[in-house]
C-alpha cells in the first residue's frame, strides 16, 4: 500500500474489531488487490472501499448482529452496516483528504456491497467479489464452520454452487475454484490425520 492508503487502513482499524472484520478486511485486500493484477480497475477506488467496505458493522448493536450476517441474513439488518459504514468512511476519506472524484464512487461502493443486486461500476465489481471470495480463503472457510457449523464438506458444496451466481468476473470464478480445490485437498489432509494415516507430501494440521 502506499502511504494514504495506509493511513486509510490505520484509521479504519478501530472499526473492524467486530465480527474478525480485521481479518477478513486483510484478506479482501489481498484478493482486490490480486484481482487489481487481472482486471483493468481504478485502484484509487478498489483499495479505500475495500478497506472500509465493512467498518460499518462497528455500529450494528450486538443484539442483532448474529441475525444480520451468516448464511441465513436477515439484509434489512445487513443494510445497517452499509448505512453506518458510508458515514464511518466518509470521516475517514475527509480525514485524509481523499480525492472528491474518488471518495464519492467509494461512498456509492460501500452503501450497497452487500444489498444491491448489481454493480455500479467495474471498481464495484472487484470490491464485491474480493468481498466475497475471502469467504473462500482457508481463514474465513474454516471460521465459518467454527461459527455456524456446516461440515466442511456442505461448506465446500455450498460455496462451488454458489461461484456462478456471486461473482461477476472470470478471473474471480477462477480464483474461487481455486480456493475450493485448496480446502478440499486440506479436508482430504484431515480424513487422514483422522484416520491415524500420515497425509502424504504434507503435515497439514487440523485448524
Known amino acids: ?10 484509521l479504519a482499524k478501530p472499526y473492524l474489531t ?15 488487490l490480486r484481482l487489481l493484477e487481472k482486471v483493468k480497475g481504478n485502484r484509487h477506488i478498489v483499495v479505500p472501499a475495500i478497506i472500509l467496505h465493512d467498518v460499518g458493522w462497528s455500529r450494528v448493536p450486538d443484539e442483532i448482529l448474529h441475525k444480520a450476517f451468516g448464511p441465513r441474513a ?4 445487513a443494510r445497517i452496516h452499509e448505512e453506518e459504514g458510508v458515514k464511518i468512511a466518509k470521516g475517514i476519506l475527509a480525514q485524509v ?3 472528491s472524484q474518488y471518495a464519492d464512487e467509494i461512498l ?28 473462500y480463503s482457508r481463514s474465513l ?13 456442505k461448506l465446500c458444496r455450498a460455496l462451488e454452487l454458489l461461484v456462478e451466481q456471486w461473482f461477476s468476473l472470470s478471473a474471480s470464478k477462477e480464483m474461487a475454484r481455486e480456493e475450493l480445490e485448496q480446502r478440499r485437498r486440506e479436508l482430504q489432509a484431515l480424513r487422514l490425520q483422522t484416520n491415524g494415516l ?10
Open 1 to 10: 500500500m502506499n502511504a494514504v492508503e495506509e493511513r486509510i487502513y490505520q
Open 18 to 32: 467486530t465480527r474478525h472484520n480485521d481479518v477478513h478486511t486483510e484478506i479482501a485486500l489481498d484478493l482486490a
Open 74 to 77: 436477515d439484509m434489512a439488518l
Open 97 to 99: 483528504g481523499y480525492d
Open 108 to 135: 456509492q461502493i460501500i452503501d450497497g456491497h452487500d444489498t444491491r443486486t448489481n454493480a455500479i461500476s467495474i471498481d464495484d465489481e472487484i470490491v464485491r467479489d474480493a468481498d466475497r471470495l475471502a469467504r
Open 141 to 153: 472457510f474454516w471460521l465459518e464452520v467454527e461459527w455456524f457449523q456446516p461440515s466442511p464438506e
Open 198 to 207: 500420515p497425509a502424504p507430501g504434507t503435515e497439514y494440521q487440523a485448524p
